[in-house]
């Protein structure tokens, strides 16, 4: 790739299947994969991520919210799409565009079945989602007698999968909550597919799941954050390739003089000579206020240059005292050496967070390595 001319997120396709193919290594030759792609592909490009993995061959593909799936559709995506997290006033669109809700408690079963009939449709493929413990969205072990006497009394939707969410596959500590959630998950599953006269295909297992709980696996797993690079353990992590990085360029040096204050608030007082890059990049963009005064740091030139004052809206200044640049030197904000989980981590976050939180208006740029 050529040098950065102005702030952009570069898309790594190549690391992209490296980390698909690494996730399937770990899976049984029948088992296949759903990609996660919400959140415009956890803060990369969902269309460009979603046309490479379908090409990979990933069987389904999940999405928070319906526009994500139209987006996808919009884009030429074929494969089947779930809508993790459907609202009413999508179900028309959702229908449109042969999106696959996930159905997650009486009401919602019973107002997606009402629509359904309503637009004359004939077994729509459908999601049930099990609360095993997470306590976010699903039926919970009282409400699946009631669901399926409304299931087995129609024929406008049917089931396709079954599914829940692991709270904790990550955390070894937690290990007894999880099989917790995976025996519940099996009992439950069970009586659903015992109930009908055809058998969905099941689903449970996350990033983490995959690595840790590979007698979980069923039909399909689930892939999110693995797909982008990270595993949730340093082992796995090593052995994935983070596939974005967030570059951008060096606007302006200044040479401060010791009396001398930094940015909005005059937080930074300067003590002794320094050297200073404004680099045009802020919070708007997504990188927190958190990550001011010392605690987040850019590379420029592979060298570490801590972010000094309070970060602005739409650029932080850095300290470059003991580092050899110039103006419109091209500056690594995360990648491959220094990672999104290496920054997240000062602020006790994750790189999910900030990932997605890289703004749009930040220019993408896809390639292959």
């Given at each position: 790739?050529?040098?950065?001319?102005?702030?952009?997120?570069?898309?790594?396709?190549?690391a992209?299947a490296?980390?698909?193919?690494?996730?399937k290594?770990k899976?049984h030759?029948?088992?296949k994969?759903?990609?996660?792609v919400?959140?415009?592909?956890y803060?990369?490009?969902?269309?460009e991520v979603?046309?490479?993995l379908?090409k990979?061959g990933?069987?389904y593909?999940?999405?928070?919210?319906?526009n994500?799936?139209?987006?996808?559709?919009?884009?030429g995506?074929?494969s089947?799409?779930?809508?993790l997290?459907?609202l009413?006033?999508?179900?028309?669109?959702?229908?449109?565009?042969?999106?696959e809700?996930?159905i997650?408690?009486?009401k919602?079963?019973?107002?997606?079945?009402s629509f359904a009939?309503?637009?004359n449709q004939?077994d729509?493929?459908?999601?049930?989602?099990?609360n095993?413990?997470?306590?976010r969205?699903?039926f919970?072990?009282?409400?699946?007698?009631?669901?399926?006497?409304?299931?087995?009394s129609?024929?406008?939707?049917?089931?396709r999968?079954?599914?829940?969410h692991?709270a904790a596959?990550?955390d070894?500590?937690?290990?007894?909550f999880t099989?917790?959630?995976?025996?519940?998950?099996?009992?439950i599953?069970?009586?659903?597919i015992s109930a009908?006269?055809?058998?969905?295909?099941?689903?449970?297992?996350n990033?983490?799941?995959?690595?840790?709980?590979?007698e979980?696996?069923?039909?399909?797993?689930?892939?999110?954050?693995?797909?982008y690079g990270?595993?949730?353990?340093k082992?796995?992590?090593?052995?994935l390739?983070?596939?974005a990085t967030?570059?951008?360029?060096?606007?302006?040096?200044?040479?401060?003089q010791?009396?001398d204050?930094?940015?909005?608030n005059?937080?930074f007082?300067?003590?002794?000579k320094?050297?200073?890059?404004?680099?045009?990049i802020?919070?708007?963009?997504?990188?927190?206020?958190a990550?001011?005064?010392?605690?987040g740091w850019?590379?420029?030139?592979?060298?570490?240059?801590?972010?000094?004052?309070?970060v602005?809206?739409?650029?932080i200044?850095?300290d470059?005292?003991?580092i050899?640049?110039?103006?419109?030197?091209?500056?690594i904000?995360?990648?491959?050496?220094?990672?999104?989980?290496?920054l997240s981590?000062?602020?006790?976050?994750?790189?999910y967070?900030?990932i997605t939180?890289?703004?749009?208006?930040?220019?993408?740029?896809?390639?292959?390595?």
């Amino acid at each position: 790739m050529s040098k950065a001319l102005e702030t952009q997120l570069e898309i790594n396709l190549s690391a992209l299947a490296h980390n698909y193919h690494f996730l399937k290594s770990k899976l049984h030759a029948a088992t296949k994969m759903m990609a996660v792609v919400k959140a415009f592909g956890y803060g990369s490009d969902a269309v460009e991520v979603s046309k490479e993995l379908e090409k990979l061959g990933v069987a389904y593909f999940a999405v928070a919210y319906a526009n994500e799936g139209v987006e996808l559709r919009n884009a030429g995506i074929k494969s089947p799409i779930l809508v993790l997290h459907p609202l009413p006033t999508n179900f028309n669109v959702i229908i449109e565009r042969c999106l696959e809700p996930s159905i997650y408690s009486l009401k919602m079963l019973e107002g997606f079945l009402s629509f359904a009939k309503q637009k004359n449709q004939t077994d729509y493929p459908v999601h049930l989602k099990i609360n095993t413990g997470l306590n976010r969205l699903g039926f919970s072990e009282n409400e699946i007698s009631e669901a399926l006497k409304i299931i087995t009394s129609q024929s406008y939707i049917k089931v396709r999968s079954i599914f829940s969410h692991l709270a904790a596959s990550e955390d070894p500590n937690e290990k007894e909550f999880t099989e917790r959630q995976l025996k519940l998950f099996s009992n439950i599953s069970e009586t659903i597919i015992s109930a009908l006269p055809y058998k969905p295909f099941r689903h449970t297992l996350n990033t983490s799941g995959i690595i840790n709980y590979p007698e979980a696996q069923y039909d399909l797993v689930r892939s999110g954050i693995g797909l982008y690079g990270f595993g949730n353990d340093k082992t796995i992590t090593a052995q994935l390739q983070p596939v974005a990085t967030l570059k951008t360029v060096i606007s302006q040096i200044h040479e401060l003089q010791p009396g001398d204050t930094l940015g909005y608030n005059r937080a930074f007082k300067v003590v002794s000579k320094t050297r200073t890059a404004t680099l045009p990049i802020g919070h708007a963009d997504g990188i927190s206020r958190a990550y001011g005064n010392g605690v987040g740091w850019v590379t420029i030139n592979n060298k570490k240059a801590p972010i000094q004052g309070n970060v602005c809206m739409d650029m932080i200044m850095v300290d470059v005292t003991n580092i050899d640049c110039k103006e419109g030197d091209e500056v690594i904000v995360f990648g491959t050496v220094s990672t999104a989980e290496n920054l997240s981590n000062e602020i006790n976050s994750i790189p999910y967070e900030l990932i997605t939180a890289i703004s749009q208006r930040i220019k993408r740029v896809v390639h292959r390595i």
